[in-house]
């Protein structure tokens, strides 16, 4: 069975994901300090570890230095609670990690990351041979943004199963294109045909005052003041038509403050569903605006 490393200084949280990858045909060891960690990495053979940032006596980012210095091969997966980490941390260091992921996070995701990057160690060290039985599984991709099950089947077409070198490449632009939707300093947002929001960058989650998992249990209404349903769906119509959607209006923060945005919004078609894409920025405060029902239509 392909062996995982868990390395977290919280007994609850370290058994429970070892419990959960035993269910799923991992060998897993469990080190609670950055010294375990480094003593049983280096020491032993691992095909992946899943490592804290936030360790008692060493910081993780320092181990993954150091361990992946000595072994670049082990794909290492952070485990952090600070959703800036990709902002305070040298990318240099940071690219040494095979992933990372912030806390409180998705068992399943965590699953799915683990799949890939054994996989990837695997490959590495025996190319062509993958006999694990959890490796025969066909492989998904966690995308940036999620679709929703279907209203209707969808026809079913011919399936297409990426190589290794293939899905490397894909992942590599995958977290990319999140990195460079992290830096942007506008806020963008994207929300499914339910009003419900599916993917925000660093810059949303900072202005609106929200985290991660917050802004996602919200609406749009949520933090739209003005908002209202028939404008929306007159929107909607707009963009179906090849247009986009420039108009000011009020976002309030989660402190209950009103700050005014110009907002400019396109439509996405993704798996056969609709998304709105709105690309925010923040006007200066002594604009007042009271509807966001006046807007301007630029043909694309």
């Known amino acids: 069975m392909p062996r995982v490393l868990v390395v977290d200084d919280d007994p609850d949280i ?16 469990v080190a609670d300090t950055g010294h375990a960690a480094l003593e049983k990495g280096l020491a032993e053979h691992f095909d992946a570890v899943l490592l804290d940032v936030g ?15 000595q072994k670049p091969e082990l794909p290492i997966i ?6 800036s980490l990709a902002q305070s941390t040298p990318p240099a260091i940071l690219n040494k990690a095979f992933a990372y992921l912030t806390k409180p996070y ?8 683990i799949h890939r990057a054994v996989l990837g160690h695997r490959e ?7 006999t694990s039985p959890v490796l025969t599984n066909p492989l998904t991709f966690p995308s940036i943004i999620q679709p929703s099950p279907p209203s209707r089947p969808k026809s079913t077409g011919p399936s297409y199963q990426l190589s ?3 899905y490397q490449r894909l992942a590599e632009t995958i977290q990319l294109m999140q990195f ?10 994207i929300a499914d045909t339910e009003k419900r929001f599916r993917f925000a960058n660093q810059a949303a989650y900072q202005i609106l005052g929200y985290t991660k998992e917050e802004l996602e249990a919200l609406r749009i209404p949520d933090i739209c003041p003005n908002h209202d349903n028939q404008d929306y769906q007159n929107h909607l119509n ?12 009020v976002h309030r923060t989660k402190q209950g403050q009103s700050i005014p945005v110009e907002i400019s919004v396109y439509l996405l078609n993704f798996h056969g569903q609709e998304f709105t894409c709105a690309i925010t920025k923040q006007m200066p405060d002594q604009l007042t605006v009271t509807d966001d029902r006046s807007h301007t239509n630029t043909s694309t």
Not at 14 to 29: C, E, I, T
Request: aromatic fraction near 10%; avoid cysteine.
């Open 14 to 29: 370290s058994l429970a994901l070892a419990d959960y990858l035993r269910q799923g045909n991992f060998d897993v060891d």
């Open 55 to 69: 360790l008692p006596d060493r910081d993780g980012i320092e181990i993954l230095e150091e361990l992946a210095g």
């Open 78 to 83: 952070l485990l952090t609670a600070f959703t």
């Open 106 to 113: 998705r068992r399943e995701e965590i699953r799915q990351v």
């Open 124 to 130: 590495f060290e025996k190319p062509g041979e993958l």
């Open 164 to 166: 290794l070198d293939e």
């Open 180 to 189: 460079a939707f992290d830096h942007v300093p506008e806020a963008i947002l």
């Open 238 to 249: 707009e963009l179906r038509q090849g247009k986009t959607l420039s108009y000011y209006t």
